[in-house]
C-alpha cells in the first residue's frame, strides 16, 4: 500500500525550518520488535519521527541500535529528551541527541522535542524547568518543540521563550485518554496564534484511538504526536493507517468549516412549495 498518495490531499506542515508532508508525528518507543515498528511507521504515512536519546532508549536488551532499525534518509528525526527531570539534564540530551543526528547527516540536528518532566507516576511536564530549558536551547541555536501540558498561560509563556511550535499534551503520556480538556487547547490556539496565525501548535500525548486525533485535529491544531495507541495497539499496522487516515479528515474537516450546533432540528428536504400532506 501506497502511504503517500492521502498525504498530497492536506497542505505541509511548517515547524521552523522544517516543512512536513505528514501531519502526524509517530514515536518510535514501546514496540514488541523493530520489524513492527518500521511497518508501523510506514503505515502511517508519517515522515517525522521522534526518538529518545537517552542510552536505554536507543540500545535494546540484545544491544541493537534504534537508529540502525531505521531508514534515516526517508524520515525527518526528531530527537526528544524523555527521562529528562530538570532543565540541566534536558538541555545535555538535546546536545547529544543533536551530535548523534550530524553524524547521520539527518536534518532533525537542528531541532529537538524538549519534555522535562515532573515525576515518573504522572509524567507530567515541569513548567518551570520547560521554560528554563526552551530559553537555553533556543540561545544555543536549537528549534523547540516544547511538550506541556494543556495550560494556555505556560503554553504563551514557552512562545515567547522562543519555542518553534508548543505541544500541549492531550492527556497524560501513555493514558490513552484523548483530549480531556478540548476548551483549553482552544484557548491555547488563541494565545498562540493572535497575531500569527501559521503558528504551528501540535498535540503531544494521550490520544488513544483515531477519533482522539480528528477531534484534535477538528479544534484546528496543526498537527499530533502520538505513540502508545498504535505501538500497544493490539494490531499496530491497521491502527497506524487509522491514525494516518483520522489525522487527514481532522485537518480536511477543520479546514471545511462545520456546520453550528443547533438545539433544534432543520429539516434536510425543502418544506416549500411541496404537494403537502396535512401538517399536523
Ligand atoms: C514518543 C513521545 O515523545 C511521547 O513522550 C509522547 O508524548 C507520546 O505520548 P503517547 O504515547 O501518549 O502518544
Not at 531505521?70 to 524520515?75: A, G, H, K, L, V
Not at 537555553?136 to 511538550?147: K, S, T
Not at 494490531?235 to 438545539?263: N, W
Request: aromatic residues 4%; proline residues 5%.
Amino acid at each position: 500500500m501506497n502511504a503517500t498518495i492521502d498525504t498530497a490531499s492536506v497542505e505541509p506542515l511548517k515547524v521552523g525550518s522544517h516543512s512536513l508532508n505528514s501531519r502526524l508525528i509517530v514515536g518510535t518507543g514501546k514496540y514488541s520488535t523493530y520489524e513492527l515498528m518500521g511497518e508501523a511507521l510506514e503505515r502511517s504515512g508519517t515522515d517525522c519521527i521522534t526518538v529518545a536519546v537517552r542510552r536505554e532508549r536507543l540500545i535494546d536488551a540484545e544491544g541493537r541500535n534504534l537508529l540502525d532499525a531505521i531508514d534515516t534518509s526517508r524520515y525527518t528525526l526528531l530527537p526528544n529528551t524523555a527521562g529528562c527531570f530538570s532543565a540541566e539534564d534536558a538541555v545535555r540530551v538535546a546536545r547529544l541527541g543533536r551530535e548523534i543526528l550530524l553524524g547521520l547527516e539527518n536534518p532533525g540536528a537542528s531541532w529537538v522535542k524538549l519534555e522535562v518532566l515532573s515525576d515518573t507516576r504522572t509524567l507530567l511536564p515541569d513548567p518551570v524547568e520547560t521554560v528554563k530549558a526552551t530559553e537555553q536551547l533556543v540561545a544555543d541555536g536549537f528549534e523547540v518543540l516544547c511538550y506541556t501540558s494543556d495550560d494556555p498561560v505556560v503554553a504563551r509563556r514557552l512562545k515567547n521563550a522562543g519555542a518553534a511550535s508548543v505541544m500541549p499534551a492531550g492527556s497524560p503520556i501513555g493514558s490513552g485518554q484523548g483530549i480531556l480538556n478540548p476548551n483549553n487547547i482552544r484557548i491555547c490556539l488563541e494565545y498562540l496564534k493572535e497575531n500569527d496565525p501559521d503558528y504551528p501548535v501540535i498535540v503531544d500525548a494521550g490520544v488513544g484511538a483515531a477519533s482522539d486525533v480528528a477531534a484534535a485535529m477538528e479544534l484546528g491544531v496543526d498537527g499530533v504526536l502520538l505513540n502508545t495507541a498504535i505501538a500497544h495497539a493490539q494490531d499496530p499496522v491497521t491502527m497506524a493507517d487509522a491514525m494516518r487516515h483520522a489525522c487527514i479528515a481532522g485537518r480536511q474537516s477543520y479546514l471545511s468549516g462545520r456546520i453550528p450546533k443547533r438545539l433544534y432540528a432543520t429539516a434536510s428536504s425543502p418544506t416549500e412549495g411541496v404537494i403537502s400532506l396535512k401538517k399536523s
